[in-house]
């Protein structure tokens, strides 16, 4: 009998010690003393506090919805005039859901304009140099991405009271599709009626024709304003594997810690032990290199991916992985757009 006491005395005494320890456990068990090499003392990270080799950073914009609401909250559009059409999400709070702000950049890389949106209800889509705002009630467009006016223009209404006769319905919709600039088609349902409209754009004018359905009417990709978009970046969109202009030159090893790759789904996460530190990257901005730093990283290369490199940030020791987006959007005229992460957007071009 004493010998079992004993035993389980033992094992309290153990017990205790484990969780002792685990308590004191700070997730750091080595550290770096050394400095990072005098070479790449020089890289900057990647901010408005840019100066290095003669570029320029400049923050686009800063999105504040919750990356659940709003997965890629800033995109990038092609649009008239070789400028590039900068879409915002503008949420802060329930008042300015769905808000948006538009930023232009034109061919130089530089950035000459921008335009608040509230929502109230309309559904607002780049049309070439067109923005074109459309609910059930009414409908509008600007002229913002051609010549910057940020009147709103009226859209013309047609057959609103739907009294028009099919067969000359029908031909008119026939015209406006065949030789319109551009249409639109979208669908609406209200107190069980269905209706559709067909926005068309003649001459710069933007018109809109009504049509009533028996039965719901799916809205098409092949009629969908989605058609005119040339979206060309966005924000949000982590990825792990440097791509082929980024060079990873070196990691400066800092803190040896404990930190997670979470799951998803209520999974406690997969535990790892490595080394933090700060990694220099390099790429090729307007035919320059573009040299910068990024603080808190972590490298891993497994048998798995082919010893590929992966890189994340950890911002505490015993904290899981932040993803990264490492891919730059490289325009043929010289600039760069950055988003390395879902809510900021920078703007690197060199120096004049």
């Known amino acids: 009998m004493k010998k079992i006491l004993y035993l389980l005395l033992i094992g309290c005494v153990a017990l205790a010690a484990f969780w002792y ?9 080595e550290r770096n003393e050394e400095a990072e090499p005098a070479a790449y003392a020089m890289y900057p990270p990647i901010d408005t506090a840019y100066q290095l080799d003669g570029f320029s950073v400049t ?5 504040e919805v919750n990356p659940s609401a709003s997965p890629n909250p800033i995109r990038v559009y092609q649009s008239v005039n070789e400028q590039l059409i900068i879409d915002c999400d503008a949420q802060r709070d329930e008042d300015t859901k769905g ?3 538009y930023y232009k950049i ?7 304009d921008s335009l608040y949106v509230s929502y109230n209800g309309y559904w607002t889509v780049l049309v070439d140099g067109f923005l074109l705002s459309t609910k059930e ?3 509008h467009f600007r002229t913002w991405p051609l010549n910057g006016d940020t009147t709103r223009q009226p859209v013309q209404v047609h057959n609103a009271d739907f009294a028009m006769p099919a067969a000359e319905l029908e031909a008119a919709l026939q015209e406006a599709k065949e030789n319109s600039q551009y249409y639109v088609v979208r669908t609406y349902v209200q107190e069980g009626t269905f209706s559709s409209a067909c926005y068309y754009c003649i001459d710069d004018r933007w018109h809109v024709l009504w049509k009533r359905h028996r039965e719901y009417q799916s809205e098409t990709d092949a009629e969908s304003a989605v058609r005119y978009e040339q979206e060309l970046y966005r924000s949000g969109e982590p990825e792990p594997y440097l791509p082929a202009d980024v060079t990873l030159e070196h990691v400066h090893p800092q803190e040896k810690i404990k930190y997670f790759h ?3 789904g209520g999974a406690g ?7 933090r530190g700060t990694g220099f990257f390099k790429t090729t901005i307007a035919d320059s290199s573009f040299r910068f730093r990024m603080p808190h990283l972590v490298v891993e290369k497994e048998r798995h991916d082919s010893y590929q490199t992966r890189v994340y940030q950890v911002l505490e020791p015993r904290s ?10 490289q325009s043929p005229l010289g600039f760069a757009l950055y988003a390395p992460d879902g809510k900021h957007l920078y703007l690197i071009r060199r120096k004049t």
């Open 59 to 63: 923050q686009v914009c800063v999105a």
């Open 106 to 112: 034109d061919k130089e890389g530089q950035l000459v």
């Open 99 to 101: 808000d948006t702000r």
């Open 320 to 329: 899981g992985v932040q993803h990264l987006n490492m891919h730059f959007y």
């Open 21 to 29: 320890v685990k308590s004191k456990d700070t997730g750091i068990y």
């Open 262 to 264: 979470i799951i998803g």
């Open 137 to 139: 009630e009414d409908a």
């Open 269 to 275: 996460g997969t535990a790892v032990v490595g080394w």
